[in-house]
T-cell receptor, first 112, second 111 residues
């Protein structure tokens, strides 16, 4: 089954404790992206990757890092999480940036 | 970056009625996409309409695009309780080919 898998689905943690949200897709897509979704603000893009070893900042990259060492994986790293990063996070993949995106089920992060 | 705007922000209708949601945007686009999101879940792609297309259908969904007015509409006919969700439009500008998302329309279908 074609899918984008994110882990964990839920996480409550404390300020400053490094965390990684994993994202994996099995569709051989070249394009992958991370979004955060906050009430009233819609989806905002954090980082995206056009292909392996190619990553670019989206609209709200501050406080986040990503890597794309393999085509299927695109982890999101919060080196020193802060409460304003409490949000619902989505990973998505597609063949390229202007094609329909396939979304994971989301990761709900709470930073205390 | 600029965002599309959906309207209304929220819509509540009776089952069986038609639901219409609108999306306006600011720049010239390559395509426009509509997505559905059930509460707390990932978004699901519904329809993509290219800038040279005016109308597209998929089952009970009808999407129109008016590039002169920079607007699109999504019509869901004969609505069902299962259509209750948030609906988002996303545009792909000609300038950078990165999706720009609207804030969404929350649709509630009353049984």
């Amino acid at each position: 089954e074609a899918q984008v898998t994110q882990n964990p689905r839920y996480l409550i943690t404390v300020t400053g404790k490094k965390l990684t949200v994993t994202c994996s897709q099995n569709m051989n897509h070249e394009y992958m992206s991370w979004y955060r979704q906050d009430p009233g603000l819609g989806l905002r893009q954090i980082y995206y990757s056009m292909n392996v070893e190619v990553t670019d900042k989206g609209d709200v990259p501050e406080g986040y890092k990503v890597s794309r060492k393999e085509k299927r994986n695109f982890p999101l790293i919060l080196e020193s999480p802060s409460p304003n990063q409490t949000s619902l996070y989505f990973c998505a993949s597609s063949w390229n940036s202007n094609q329909p995106q396939h979304f994971g089920d989301g990761t709900r992060l709470s930073i205390l | 970056s600029q965002q599309g705007e959906e309207d209304p922000q929220a819509l509540s209708i009776q089952e069986g009625e038609n639901a219409t949601m609108n999306c306006s945007y600011k720049t010239s686009i390559n395509n426009l996409q509509w997505y559905r999101q059930n509460s707390g879940r990932g978004l699901v792609h519904l329809i993509l309409i290219r800038s040279n297309e005016r109308e597209k259908h998929s089952g009970r969904l009808r999407v129109t695009l008016d590039t002169s007015k920079k607007s699109s509409s999504l019509l869901i006919t004969a609505s069902r309780a299962a259509d209750t969700a948030s609906y988002f439009c996303a545009t792909v500008p000609d300038s950078n080919y990165q999706l720009i998302w609207g804030a969404g329309t929350k649709l509630i279908i009353k049984p």
